[in-house]
């Protein structure tokens, strides 16, 4: 204390200016301290930057540290900035960056601790200790915790502030001294990072070491933790292993990779790839490569060489064939153990491809060669023969190098011996000089075989082995016999210093080539291939500098900077593709069977490309015509930086990224949506079109979407507004493992709950949605139905996808097919940015769509459009206006700079911090509990017993020490509770509410419920079981209370989403969804029930619910609410109407409906029976009024005045009135005899009739157009006109009739609020109501394309700031040992790729045997219909012969070709002509504006009514079958296809195979099908190929 008052005293005498500036030299001295120790350390583990090391962070100028980050940077960092820039540290990883990063704070606190002791003297001034604490304080805050940004940011990248994957290393300046450069390692690193989203639980990587024997291979395998980075891990593992590696500076190094996600096993250590089956062995091997290649005049004797296989392999081996019989996977795999004498080294499918290779790779190697002949070539009964030991194969090898010695040996031999690299006749010689030498050796010599027994086969077989069999060639052998899904990369020791070989089949391989730096990437996702991009060459170290490249690699290597950007081949893996690279110095080494595959050049002809097409179907032309540029290309989205918080650098991206996309969208001249938008909206007016000439059947789809996940709740919700938007148009949405599972396999798995079988898909507009474009199942649709339509469409985050290389190459036009988000790769898991981006995608299409559709009245009525004009334009109002919401909610505006004030997104915020309270307290109190017992115990003094003591009680008294053990015991045993109790009052929260690990439900529409569902989920994945969740989701309006109300407990957490109840479409939604809340709440115990929070924009608290959060409502107000509010201040109640419950407001909105509706609807018997005796004479005078109308003016009555005269409750009456004089209406107002009303005569009568809502010109221009068919209206469209009712006329009038242009846009409403327009147009005479109706389309779209997704991100929000509280506890009371990243789950599996849970191994077959039913069922299908077209014609001049008609088939058939309206129209068309005249048909002609129908005079005599009903029947059969396409030409047949008969097909085949097709009516007999046939082949093929065929 003394001490302490003399310090203070000095500092209270010292002026304050000189006390501060000695504080502050004080604190720079003790942070030089600090950073010293960090810069010691380095020095001491050789980890000191050199003057290429790149400073840090953007902020940090070099000019600012001299050169570089010498001396005098590190001195100016040290005192100035108190940081360090070290990057060597962090590239070294391990305990030597923690060796480094902690020497800081120790020394700190040592400094500080020893200030403390020594503090009681004169010679410590008071700010010296101050200043060493603070230090110390800081760096254990920075180096230990990691707290504060900067804190963050040295673990990343050097500061210290107190599924598969490949490289080849083409140039040698990677290989810096013999051992990889660490820039390698980074791009590996990053490779791993990206692949991590196909599933993480496992990684390996293999290489490739000189040795004495050649080359052997190094594996590295780690096996990935709950919390721990696999990416890390194998670098970890990597650069260990690098360590003792034996260097070879001009060795070509290759590192093939894998990360796993476990389908057939669980996720260990043998499971883990690379595998190998065989072990290493020593073999005597020839060099066959240097013979082909030209490098070795002859072929010399063998040489023993290390020999040893290893496959890195995504998907399933399911069966292989042997012997010509197909085996399942786990018997072949037994067969591999006996054959190759080594068991299993893991029971993984993937194991047994290893084992394949062993036996198929077998180049230049005799024993093997024999092997592969015995095991591949000789016919065994099954698997379970006997097979020879490795020795006895040797013995039986030595015949044939004896024989290949001799045969070099000979005048002549070697070049003979070259002949048989490629010339199997060569070989000849070879063969019988074996065969000859093993006749003569015993039985064990030829292992058991004679000529009887297939010694020829095994001597023939090993032979073209030993020349044909080289990586290449083992691989498409394995292709051949294999059936399942591969990515497969395949190395051999015997060949990694001159070539690998990459392979798909049903999972993507993409390859990348970086010709400025010399270096080759492989990958399963196209992602992991762009980590290159921005990697220099490296430099320094030794490692020969930059413009020597082309020196270190190849003469033939030209200057680097003129080889071109970086670029991607994608294989192909829906047809199957093999890719060979080859780097041979020595030349191009192809054996005889690969020889006719072209072998393009790459990277300044350094590098070798074969590629070999499984199948004739896949990718044909050049390879250079399927490259992608990846640098230099606007399309191609670089890869993410990585950031300390991707879920919150998602959510803060969302109103830019929105943003963004609607201003893409609206320029509509430089982004590619627009242009995918115009060929989607062509697609599906034409589809619409011929769905109006009934070309389509019932079931038939007309758009599908299908998806996973998240896209599929997506997809469901667009499916469902498309589908109440156009009312006619067959929408669906299903799941693309439905789809997969039904029409991908030979055996359908069965969709039980979905209907799903029976749907007709061809030519259906398809569109796939997969934000991530790599999905396994939307992948794979993506290709299966390609086989039933053409017109497939996909959302993914970018152009550059999987899904979108499989939609581009379905045909070489420039029509474009991908919808981007332009978000690219977002490697979070919770997903929350690409939601809202997808959502947004989906709105801008749904408009598009919407648009093209009401531009033509035709197609919006076949499609039964529901929506207005003005429909869409408040639609993209709200959706522009979204924006402004969203940067509310988020708290980042457009920009990226963040909101300033609290606004919606704190109190989201905050509501997420008193949720994570409830969290954490699990944890809070564990460790309470354990304070107290290791204080107690330890001190020995229990809290009752010690404060007992303290007080006075004597320890040997009698029952008092007792009583207070016994209280002591109880706080023991209770302790958990009684440490939450504490936590609860201190934090003042419920105290009653269960003390139990937290349940949160969330509530809203489907898409959102789920979504948020699955996001907060994947926040916990990972969290300790300590602070874990329960997650569950449901539908407040549906069935939340069923599902969720029985396991409401005390502190359960409710979230619901509530609708705007302040529209009138929307009221009673959130009316359900406060009914839902408050029944929930309403469930208590002890007086406490669950923790309730509603999220909406209305603002109304219920008065149940213990929170309430109001999102900002930036939109106009609609007409409902316009109607309330004058409402309210025409009786003072405006202060009232600004938060009203959803009950309220629905009252309103009742009354306000009665008063539009004069008649109250009866309710009671006295009401029914007084409206059942007044309504006949209302009938009658209805009925009067009509005829009278009729008679006047001879006009039809519209809908608006049928609506304003009064008669709602008589419609039945009325109906039936106008039903029965439609036709002599028709005929009256018909003033020029044309069977048909133009705009003139339409406007003139509707001018006499109307007696309520006068239309203006343009509106009655509009409602005609809506109806009109080639600018008039014949009889069917006008009986639709006079069914209208008032609300239908208003929506009619309100839609626009001119033709828009593909990539024109949706205006915005201008309207102050909207409905403005339509009110001022027709307030004065239509119900208010009725104009708050026509907008209830409007308001549900508001609500499920805008509204809902404001919810959705206001949900992520609050969840992300409860996930991280939570997650930010663990580091800050663990001193950083504990933690877990929440934007990753245990299996780490952001892109699903994997088979699962429907296979695609099946996917390329049924593919063709859809393509072929497809293809058969519509060349039947026309040939039935022309068929039925001809004998319904001819049936047709029959009956007009009979009537005394004249007309020739030529001419009849000629009408039914011209007609392209579907069957309600030609009963309109019948009725005309029969009115007309039936007899003189041979005067008129056919029309097509008519339909079907001809123009003669009407004076003619029509015939009885049963003929012309008849008739009428008859033709109206006929023409609606008919279909004049020409017949395609039939493709080549496939493989699995039966050859088509080459003869032409007579007339009686082809009557036979039309026969089917046919339907006769009743009563008649069935057709001479060969005279049928005959008229078929008249009609179909005039002058065609030859007389009787087709």
């Given amino acids: 204390a003394a001490s302490c008052a003399r310090s203070c005293r000095s500092a209270a005498a010292a002026p304050m200016a000189l006390v501060a500036a000695e504080a502050l030299a004080w604190h720079a001295l003790f942070g030089a301290l600090h950073e010293g120790a960090h810069v010691a350390a380095a020095g001491a583990l050789g980890l000191l930057p050199c003057e290429d090391d790149a400073p840090g962070p953007p902020s940090v100028s070099r000019a600012a540290g001299g050169a570089g980050q010498g001396g005098g940077g590190l001195l100016w960092d040290a005192l100035l900035r108190r940081r360090v820039h070290l990057p060597a540290a962090k590239r070294a990883g391990g305990w030597r960056e923690a060796a480094v990063r902690h020497a800081g704070w120790v020394a700190s606190v040592a400094a500080a601790g020893a200030l403390a002791a020594a503090w009681g003297g004169e010679g410590v001034p008071l700010t010296a200790l101050l200043a060493a604490v603070l230090t110390a304080l800081e760096a254990v805050s920075t180096d230990l915790l990691g707290l504060g940004a900067e804190g963050r940011h040295h673990a990343r990248d050097g500061w210290f502030h107190c599924g598969n994957f490949g490289a080849l290393l083409l140039n040698l300046a990677w290989n810096n001294g013999g051992s990889v450069d660490n820039s390698v390692l980074d791009v590996l690193e990053k490779m791993v990072n990206v692949t991590m989203m196909r599933g993480a639980q496992s990684g390996g990587v293999v290489t490739y070491t000189g040795g004495r024997a050649g080359l052997r291979g190094a594996r590295t395998r780690v096996v990935n933790g709950k919390r721990t980075d696999l990416s890390q891990l194998v670098r970890r593992k990597l650069h260990h292993a690098e360590r003792f590696a034996r260097r070879d500076r001009d060795l070509v190094r290759l590192f093939a990779g894998h990360t796993r996600f476990a389908t057939s096993s669980v996720a260990s250590f043998d499971g883990t790839h690379p595998h190998q089956w065989t072990p290493r062995q020593s073999l005597p091997v020839y060099d066959i490569a240097g013979l082909a290649c ?13 020999v040893e296989n290893y496959i890195c392999h995504n998907g399933d081996l399911e069966f292989f064939t042997i012997g010509g019989r197909t085996h399942e996977c786990g018997d072949v795999m037994g067969w591999l153990a006996r054959a190759l004498g080594t068991p299993a080294p893991a029971a993984v499918d993937s194991a047994g491809i290893a084992g394949l290779v062993d036996v198929l790779r077998c180049q230049g190697c005799w024993p093997l060669a024999v092997r592969y002949a015995y095991l591949m070539a000789l016919p065994h009964e099954g698997l379970q023969h006997a097979c020879p030991t490795m020795a006895e194969y040797r013995q039986c090898a030595s015949a044939f190098e004896q024989a290949l010695a001799a045969a070099e040996a000979e005048n002549g031999g070697a070049v003979e011996v070259a002949r048989m690299l490629y010339h199997r006749t060569a070989r000849a010689a070879l063969k019988e000089g074996a065969l000859a030498r093993l006749e003569d050796r015993d039985d064990a010599r030829r292992l058991g075989l004679d000529r009887e027994t297939g010694l020829d086969e095994l001597v023939s077989a090993a032979v073209d082995a030993f020349f044909d069999n080289d990586l290449l060639y083992a691989v498409r052998l394995f292709f051949k016999g294999a059936k399942g899904s591969f990515g497969l990369c395949v190395t051999s020791s015997l060949d990694a210093s001159r070539t690998l070989v990459l392979a798909a089949r049903g999972q993507t391989i993409s390859v990348a080539f970086y010709p400025k730096r010399g270096l080759v990437l492989w990958g399963s996702e196209q992602a992991a291939v762009k980590a290159a991009l921005g990697i220099d060459l490296p430099v320094g170290g030794g490692v020969a500098p930059r413009d020597s490249f082309s020196n270190r690699v190849s003469p033939r290597m030209s200057d680097p900077e ?63 015509n399927r490259l992608v540029p990846l640098e230099d290309n606007p399309l191609v989205l670089p890869l993410p930086d990585p950031m300390p918080d991707p879920v919150a650098q998602d959510i803060a991206d969302i109103p830019r990224v929105l943003h963004r996309l609607q201003e893409d969208w609206r320029d509509g001249t430089t982004g590619i949506n627009r242009f995918t938008a115009w060929n989607l909206g062509r697609k599906i007016r034409q589809r619409v079109q011929r769905k109006g000439e009934g070309f389509y059947p019932p079931n038939a789809v007309d758009i599908l979407l299908c998806g996973c996940e998240v896209s599929l709740w997506l997809a469901e919700q667009f499916a469902a507004d498309m589908s109440t938007a156009f009312k006619c148009l067959n929408v669906k949405a299903v799941s693309s493992n439905k789809l997969l599972g039904l029409y991908g396999q030979d055996f359908p798995v069965p969709a039980v709950g979905h209907q799903v079988e029976h749907w007709e898909l061809r030519e259906t507009v398809v569109i796939i949605v997969s934000h991530s474009g790599g999905t396994f199942g939307s992948l794979a649709v993506s290709n299966l139905l390609q086989s039933s339509t053409r017109n497939i469409f996909a959302v993914c985050s970018e152009w550059d996808t999987q899904v979108g290389k499989q939609l581009r190459s379905m045909d070489k036009s420039l029509e474009s097919r991908i919808f981007s988000t332009d978000i690219g790769v977002r490697p979070a898991e919770p997903c929350s940015l690409s939601v809202a981006a997808t959502h947004q995608v989906l709105t801008l299409i749904f408009e598009h769509i919407s648009h093209r559709l009401l531009a033509d009245p035709d197609l919006s009525r076949i499609s039964g459009a529901t929506l207005v004009d003005s429909d869409l334009r408040e639609l993209e109002r709200c959706n522009m206006d979204c924006i402004a919401a969203l940067e509310d909610i988020v708290g980042v505006d457009r920009g ?21 309270q409830h969290v954490l307290e699990a944890p809070r109190s564990w460790i309470l509990c354990a304070l107290y017992v290791v204080g107690t115990v330890t001190a020995g003094w229990p809290l009752v017993t010690g404060a007992a003591v303290l007080g006075g009680m004597e320890l040997d008294h009698d029952w008092l020490p007792y ?60 969290a300790y079981s300590v602070a874990g969740v329960t997650v569950a989701s449901g539908n407040p309006a549906d069935h939340l209370v069923h599902r969720y109300t029985h396991r409401v407990v005390r502190g359960t957490l409710l979230a619901c989403g509530r609708p705007d109840g302040r529209l009138a479409a929307l009221t009673s939604a959130e009316n359900s969804v406060c009914l839902a809340v408050n029944q929930a709440s309403s469930i208590q115990n002890m007086g406490v029930t669950c923790e309730s929070l509603t999220l909406g924009h209305n603002p109304y608290k219920l008065p149940l619910s213990a929170h309430a959060v109001f999102l900002p409502g930036n939109r106009p107000e609609y007409l409902c609410e316009k109607l309330l509010h004058e409402q309210a201040e025409a009786e003072e109640k405006r202060s009232r109407m600004k938060s009203q419950s959803s009950g309220a407001l629905l009252g309103h909105f009742s009354n306000m409906a009665a008063k539009s509706n004069h008649h109250k609807v009866p309710e009671t018997v006295q009401e029914k029976l007084q409206a059942y005796n007044k309504a006949p004479e209302e009938a009658k005078s209805a009925d009067e009024a009509m005829k009278k109308s009729f008679a006047r003016t001879a006009t039809v009555k519209l809908g608006v005045s049928k609506l304003n005269a009064g008669a709602r409750h008589s419609d039945s009456v009325e109906e039936a009135f106008m039903l029965e004089d439609h036709s002599k209406a028709f005929t009256a107002i018909d003033t020029n005899k044309d069977n048909t009303l133009d705009f003139d005569e339409f406007r003139v009568a509707y001018a006499d009739v109307a007696t309520g809502a006068a239309l203006t010109t343009v509106e009655l221009r509009r409602l005609f157009d809506s109806y009109a068919k080639n600018g008039s209206l014949d009889y069917k469209r006008f009986k639709a006109i006079m069914r209208l009712n008032q609300l239908q006329v208003l929506k009619h009038v309100a839609r626009a009739s001119s033709e828009v242009s593909g990539l024109q846009n949706v205006e915005p409403s201008k309207e102050r609020y ?11 005479d239509a119900e208010p109501f009725t104009l708050v109706l026509s907008q209830q389309q409007s308001m549900q779209l508001y609500e499920a394309r805008v509204a809902s997704l404001e919810r959705f ?21 663990s001193l950083g040992l504990l933690g877990y990243r929440m934007d990753r789950t245990h299996s780490i599996m952001r892109i699903a790729t994997t088979a699962s849970p429907v296979s695609g191994a099946e996917v390329r077959d049924r593919m063709r045997h859809i393509a072929v039913k497809t293809q058969w069922e519509d060349i039947m299908g026309r040939l039935g219909r022309l068929a039925r077209d001809r004998l319904a014609m001819k049936s047709v001049m029959a009956r007009l012969e009979e009537q005394g008609a004249v007309v020739s088939m030529d001419k009849l058939s000629s009408a039914l070709r011209q007609t392209r309206s579907s069957r309600h129209g030609l009963d309109t068309a019948v009725g005309s002509w029969f009115s007309a005249s039936s007899k003189n048909l041979t005067r008129g002609s056919f029309s097509r504006n008519s339909s079907f129908e001809s123009r003669v005079s009407a ?20 023409a609606a079958k008919a279909n004049t396409r020409k017949l395609p030409p039939l493709e080549a047949p496939s493989e699995e296809a039966p050859a088509a008969a080459e003869a032409p097909a007579s007339p009686e085949s082809l009557g036979r195979l039309a026969a089917p097709a046919l ?25 065609g190929a030859g007389e009787g065929t087709i």
């Fill in 963 to 1022: 009583v207070t053990r016994f209280l002591d015991a109880l706080i023991y045993l209770f302790l958990p509770q009684l440490t939450a109790l504490l936590i609860r009052l201190v934090q003042r929260r419920p105290l009653l509410h269960r003390m139990t690990a937290r349940t949160i439900v969330v509530g809203d529409i489907p898409w959102v419920a789920q979504s948020a569902e699955a996001f907060l989920s994947k926040l916990f994945a990972v």
């Fill in 1353 to 1373: 991100v206001a949900f992520c929000v609050m969840f992300h700031q409860l996930g991280k509280e939570v997650a930010d506890f663990f580091p800050s009371v």
């Fill in 1559 to 1583: 339907d006769p009516r009743a009563g008649e007999e069935a057709p001479d099908l060969a005279e049928l046939a005959e008229g078929l082949i008249e009609d179909a093929a005039p002058g």
């Fill in 562 to 624: 003129a080889l071109g950007p970086a670029l991607r081949l994608d294989l192909d893996d829906l047809a199957g593709e093999i890719c060979a690279l080859d780097w041979d110095l020595r030349g191009a080494s192809v054996s005889r069977p690969n020889r006719g595959f072209t072998r393009e050049e790459m990277l300044g002809s350094t590098l070798g490309v074969t590629l070999v097409m499984e199948s004739l179907q896949g990718a044909k032309g050049r390879m250079v």
């Fill in 896 to 916: 990226g700079a963040s909101a300033v004030g609290k606004g919606t997104s704190g109190k989201l915020r905050e509501m997420g911090s008193k949720w994570a």
């Fill in 294 to 306: 030209g490098a070795l005049p002859r072929l010399g004797g063998p040489q023993q060489r290390n």
């Fill in 1314 to 1324: 909207f409905g403005e327009s339509i009110r001022a147009q027709r307030g004065h």
């Fill in 1499 to 1518: 004076d003619s005599e029509p015939p009885c009514d049963s003929q012309k009903e008849e008739l009428a029947a008859t033709i109206m059969d006929a």
